[in-house]
C-alpha cells in the first residue's frame, strides 16, 4: 500500500477531472438572495452548483447528505473520528474585463479560466478526485473523510454556520483553498463599515454630488467606480476629470446629461488579503471629487477618503497600523463606498488583522477618532493558528516533500478558509510557491497540471490521515 503512485493514480483519471471542473466552473454559483426560493436560500445558481457536486457524489457511490440546501457533504470511509475536508462552490461576481466568458471554462495554454476557477472550484474536484481515488483502488481506512461544501464562503458562511448547527464538527481537516505549503496561520478578519448620516444642511455647494458607488464586496478591491454630478458647467468638469485620469494613468470616462456629468473610472479587482494587487476604483474617483467645492457634509466624507484610506491599505494614517511575526502585516481594504445627494455616505471595509492585534482596543479607537463617522460591524471572525507539532501538520509536512521533492515551510495568509471553522483546521493547497494568484481578478484560471499534482497531493494526504 505505501507504494501507491498518486500521481500515476490521477494522471489515469484526468479526462475525468478535467470534463467535471469545467461543468462546474459553467455553473454561475453567485451569490442572489434577491431571487431567492425555500429550495436555494442563496440562489438558483449556488444552489445548482452544491447539486452537481452532491450528484457526482451518488454516482460514485459515496454518502451524501444536503443541509438545507446551503450546505452538503460527501463522506467515505468507516471509525469514529472524522477528517473534514473544507471546500466552496460559491464565488465572487465575476466583474468586467475578461478576455473570454467567466462563466465559459475555456481552454487556454494549459489552464482553464473561469470564475471560481481556483478559488474554489477547481480545488474542489481535486480534493474530489482525490477521494474517489481512494474508493476505487479499495483501501482500507480506519477513519471516516468527509468532503464539506459550502455555498456562502465568499459572503457571511452562514452555510457552515448552519451545517455545524446539526452536523458532526470534523477532528481535524484542511480546506484547499490558498497556498501550498501548509497555511497554519489565518489573520482575523473585520468586516465594517463606516456610516456618515443624512445632512441637514441646506448648502448644496457650487458642485452637488448625486450619487456615487463602487464596490460589490467588502473582500474585493473594486474594479469600478461611477458619480453623478450637477454643477453649472458640467463641461468644465468632464475636461478636468479626462486631466485626472491621464496624471494618474488611469482609465475612464465621462460624459455630460443637461447640467449633470457622468464620471466613469475603471480600477483593477483584486483579492482583499493584499489591496496593493488591485487599483482601487473608489478610492481614486473619490480622490478627485474631494477636491471640488462641495457642501461641507460632502468635502468631510471625500477628504476623508483622500486624506486618511487613498495610498495607504495598512491603516497607518488611521493609527491602526500593526504587525507581528506570525502574520505580518494589517491589510485594510476599502471595497465599498455609496454617497447620495441626501448626504448618506458608506464606506465599506475588509480589515485582516495580525494573530497578536487586539481588535476590541483598536475598534474602541477608531470610534473614538471618528466623530464623523458610526463605526459598524458586518461580521468578525478571530485569528486561526494551529501548532506546528501536531499530527495534522506534521502529516501533511511529510506527504508534500515526498510529492513534491521540496520542503514544507509553514505560511500565514490575510485570506480566510473554511479551516477556520476547525480547532485543528489549515489550508492545503492548491496554489504551488511561485504561482499567479488571480483570485477575484479578471481572467481567473487554474493550471491543469497544477490541479493533477495537487490531486496527487490530497490523495496521498489524505489516506495518510485517515488510514
Not at 249 to 257: D, F
Not at 374 to 383: E, F, I, K, M, Q
Request: hydrophobic share 40%.
Amino acid at each position: 500500500m505505501d507504494q501507491i503512485n498518486w500521481t500515476n493514480e490521477i494522471e489515469s483519471r484526468k479526462l475525468d477531472l478535467w470534463v467535471d471542473t469545467q461543468n462546474l466552473l459553467k455553473i454561475k454559483s453567485v451569490m442572489d438572495e434577491e431571487n431567492s426560493t425555500e429550495q436555494a436560500p442563496f440562489g438558483e445558481g449556488v444552489k445548482k452548483a452544491l447539486d452537481y457536486m452532491l450528484e457526482l457524489g451518488k454516482k460514485d457511490n459515496f454518502t451524501v447528505k444536503s443541509v438545507d440546501h446551503v450546505a452538503g457533504h460527501i463522506e467515505m470511509g468507516e471509525g469514529k473520528e472524522l477528517i473534514g475536508i473544507l471546500c466552496h462552490v460559491d464565488v465572487v461576481p465575476e466583474g468586467d474585463g475578461w478576455a473570454s466568458d467567466p462563466f465559459g471554462a475555456e481552454i487556454r495554454d494549459g489552464k482553464i479560466f473561469a470564475r471560481g476557477a481556483v478559488d474554489d472550484k477547481g480545488p474542489t474536484m481535486a480534493a474530489y478526485y482525490a477521494m474517489k481515488t481512494i474508493r476505487e483502488l479499495g483501501l482500507p481506512l480506519n477513519k471516516r473523510v468527509r468532503m464539506i461544501i459550502g455555498t456562502d464562503e465568499e459572503s457571511d458562511w452562514r452555510c457552515v454556520d448552519r451545517y455545524f448547527e446539526t452536523e458532526e464538527m470534523p477532528t481535524i481537516g484542511f480546506a484547499p483553498d490558498a497556498d501550498f505549503p501548509i497555511i497554519n496561520a489565518e489573520k482575523g478578519i473585520w468586516d465594517f463599515a463606516l456610516i456618515q448620516e443624512p445632512s441637514s444642511e441646506s448648502d448644496k455647494g457650487e458642485v452637488e454630488i448625486i450619487d456615487f458607488s463602487s464596490g460589490r464586496r467588502t473582500n474585493m478591491v473594486p474594479d469600478y467606480a461611477s458619480a453623478r454630478v450637477k454643477l453649472a458647467d458640467p463641461s468644465a468638469l468632464t475636461t478636468q476629470f479626462t486631466a485626472y485620469l491621464k496624471k494618474h494613468s488611469l482609465k475612464g470616462n465621462a460624459a455630460i446629461e443637461r447640467d449633470e456629468a457622468l464620471l466613469e473610472l475603471d480600477g483593477v479587482s483584486a483579492h482583499a488579503m493584499e489591496p496593493n494587487n488591485g487599483v482601487n476604483a473608489g478610492l481614486y474617483l473619490a480622490a478627485f471629487l474631494s477636491e471640488l467645492p462641495l457642501s461641507a457634509h460632502a468635502k468631510t466624507y471625500f477628504t476623508f477618503i483622500q486624506d486618511q484610506l487613498l495610498g495607504d491599505t495598512r491603516g497607518n494614517r488611521l493609527n491602526i497600523a500593526f504587525s507581528d511575526e506570525i502574520t505580518g502585516e494589517l491589510t485594510l481594504n476599502a471595497g465599498k463606498f455609496s454617497y447620495s445627494s441626501r448626504g448618506e455616505g458608506m464606506i465599506g471595509f475588509s480589515m485582516r488583522y495580525p494573530v497578536t492585534f487586539d481588535w476590541e482596543a483598536n475598534k474602541l479607537k477608531l470610534e473614538q477618532q471618528l466623530p464623523d463617522f458610526t463605526v459598524v460591524t458586518n461580521s468578525h471572525s478571530t485569528p486561526h493558528y494551529v501548532d506546528s507539532d501536531s499530527f495534522l501538520i506534521q502529516t501533511l509536512k511529510r506527504v508534500y516533500e515526498e510529492e513534491t521533492g521540496e520542503q514544507a515551510d509553514l505560511l500565514s495568509i490575510g485570506g480566510g478558509t473554511y479551516a477556520r471553522s476547525l480547532k485543528e483546521g489549515v489550508a492545503f493547497g492548491p496554489l504551488f510557491p511561485g504561482s499567479e494568484d488571480i483570485a477575484h481578478q479578471k481572467d481567473e484560471y487554474i493550471d491543469i497540471d497544477d490541479m493533477l499534482r495537487a490531486a496527487a497531493i490530497y490523495a496521498h494526504a489524505i489516506y495518510e490521515l485517515a488510514k
